[in-house]
């Protein structure tokens, strides 16, 4: 069965430092999505992206964050400067059909540890 | 804004059987689903029930939407120890956005 691919399984990071998150997406899904999860907290969506560009973003994705996809077929996720408070676990997932219909098929995740 | 909130947060039964965990949200939705996460690891999705749609089986689950109560039921029948794990409803409205609830830790003893 198809999977989305999330690399590192965990990244230990110094506050202040610039941290690249990275996903291979499954490869005839369309739309791709950033979600974290603070420890013993919610899943929280961060950013959708569709047809190479951010079609949606929460109030967590301010300016520090930023998504890419720089060929066809990774998709990340960079935190230019990070903080203490975006430790978090954070999933990659990828959807055949945005709004409706599909679920998502989501990665392993990244465990961050910002120290 | 949805909000998924799951109850019990906790459920510990024996295996054979069957757990309920309920979902509430708080306004219109397109579609909700839940998920499963084993500790440590990553969500993995089990059903989707549309908005238009009262029951869906897939299996051992069974999954209820009462759209003019704005709540949802997860049933795994016959439960197995396998079954251990963190359950996740997520509500997905207006737009592409999954919102999710806090969970229920589900615990199956052998």
């Known amino acids: 069965e198809p999977e989305v691919t999330q690399t590192p399984s965990h990244q230990v990071t110094q506050m202040g430092q610039e941290v690249i998150l990275r996903c291979v997406p499954i490869?005839?899904?369309?739309?791709f999505y950033w979600y974290r999860q603070i420890l013993g907290q919610k899943v929280e969506f961060l950013v959708s992206f569709y047809n190479n560009e951010i079609s949606e973003k929460s109030e967590i994705f301010d300016d520090q964050f930023s998504v890419e996809r720089p060929d066809g077929s990774n998709f990340t996720l960079k935190i230019r400067s990070t903080k203490l408070e975006d430790s978090a676990m954070y999933f990659c997932?990828?959807?055949?059909?945005?709004?409706?219909?599909?679920?998502?098929?989501f990665g392993s995740g990244t465990r961050l540890t910002v120290v | 804004s949805q909000q998924g909130e799951e109850d019990p947060q906790a459920l510990s039964i024996q295996e054979g059987e069957n757990a309920t965990m309920n979902c509430s949200y708080k306004?219109?939705?397109?579609?909700l689903q839940w998920y499963r996460q084993n500790s440590g690891r990553g969500l993995v999705h089990l059903i989707l029930i549309r908005s238009n749609e009262r029951e869906k089986h897939s299996g051992r689950l069974r999954v209820t939407l009462d759209t003019s109560k704005k709540s949802s039921s997860l049933l795994i029948t016959a439960s197995r120890a396998a079954d251990t794990a963190s359950y996740f409803c997520?509500?997905?409205?207006?737009?592409?956005?999954?919102?999710f609830g806090k969970g229920t830790k589900l615990t199956v003893n052998p």
């Open positions: 997520a509500s997905q409205g207006g737009s592409e956005k999954l919102v």
């Open positions: 490869s005839n899904h369309l739309y």
């Open positions: 997932a990828s959807s055949h059909g945005g709004r409706t219909s599909y679920g998502y098929t």
């Open positions: 306004t219109s939705i397109n579609n």
